[in-house]
């Protein structure tokens, strides 16, 4: 019933605890919803305007609602991005004001608990490097981070093409295919993409393939946003990203490195670069 879910108490709680730092606009990550095991859903909060927006992030969709404040009352404000908020709202409400209780009560506490148990999936930073290699690799040798060092530096050397088209950037994709996933080598640099990125690539692949004016309008257009044309690698929800940018705001060279093949790929682009 739209308006029946109530988010006093829970701001309640909010405030108790500290908005994140070096934000523009108040704003705290919450707890966890925990509908079942395994399945841990982050919570969002931004104040803002005299209402307090909540989201929750379960997989692709968002689970938004947003508290009015002067209205007293729960509201929608387009786009609405995930069907039965209001009822997924209705059910995690008490759990985040128990574990929001919980937090307050004893935060070392908590969060050796969340250590603990948070899955996997829903975690993400920095990972030791011996931990990343296949089954059977050693790390990599001193020589062999010697040897990318100089090639990154060979790289500003390197002459560059003038204009960026969707067929070079699948030719440059195809390098790392290539390195990543040898069964496909056989493929053309646009069945390899076809068959590993994410198919939400924003028109890019309607464009004509060797036609730089066409590729230069669609990128500046901006069409493409908030779709996926740069995960050359599908995967939820950390993909790979190849991402090209005129090169007056993009660095000057890179080098793709590919432990599995121990090579190195170089490339240098005057006007387009691919970081």
């Not at 947003?66 to 991005?81: A, I, L």
């Not at 496909?184 to 004509?208: C, I, N, Q, V």
């Amino acid at each position: 019933m739209p308006g029946s879910v109530n988010l006093t108490r829970l701001y309640s709680l909010l405030k108790k605890t500290e908005p994140l730092p070096n934000e523009y606009d108040v704003v705290w990550y919450g707890p966890y919803y925990v509908p079942r095991p395994r399945q841990w859903h982050p919570s969002h909060f931004l104040l803002y305007g005299g209402k307090l927006f909540c989201t929750l992030q379960m997989g692709w969709e968002h689970a938004a609602i947003v508290w009015d404040f002067k209205k007293r009352k729960s509201v929608f404000e387009p786009p609405v991005r995930c069907h039965g908020a209001e009822e997924i709202w209705e059910k995690a409400i008490p759990q985040l004001e128990r574990k929001l209780r919980s937090a307050l009560a004893n935060p070392r506490r908590y969060n050796r608990h969340v250590a603990r148990w948070l899955p996997l999936e829903c975690r993400s930073g920095r990972i030791e490097r011996r931990l990343t290699w296949p089954k059977g690799f050693a790390p990599m040798p001193l020589r062999r981070l010697d040897e990318v060092e100089a090639a990154v530096a060979a790289v500003s050397r390197l002459a560059g093409i003038p204009d960026m088209t969707v067929d070079s950037y699948l030719k440059v994709a195809a390098l790392a295919y290539d390195a990543a996933f040898p069964k496909t080598r056989k493929l053309s640099p646009f069945e390899k993409h076809k068959r590993w990125a994410d198919s939400r690539h924003g028109g890019m692949l309607e464009l004509p393939l060797e036609d730089a004016e066409a590729f230069n309008e669609w990128f500046h257009s901006g069409v493409w946003q908030g779709t996926h044309p740069w995960e050359i690698v599908f995967a939820h929800p950390h993909g790979i990203l190849l991402s090209p940018a005129p090169a007056r705001s993009a660095r000057a060279a890179g080098v793709s490195f590919s432990p599995s093949t121990q090579k190195a790929f170089l490339w240098r682009q005057r006007r387009w670069l691919l970081p």
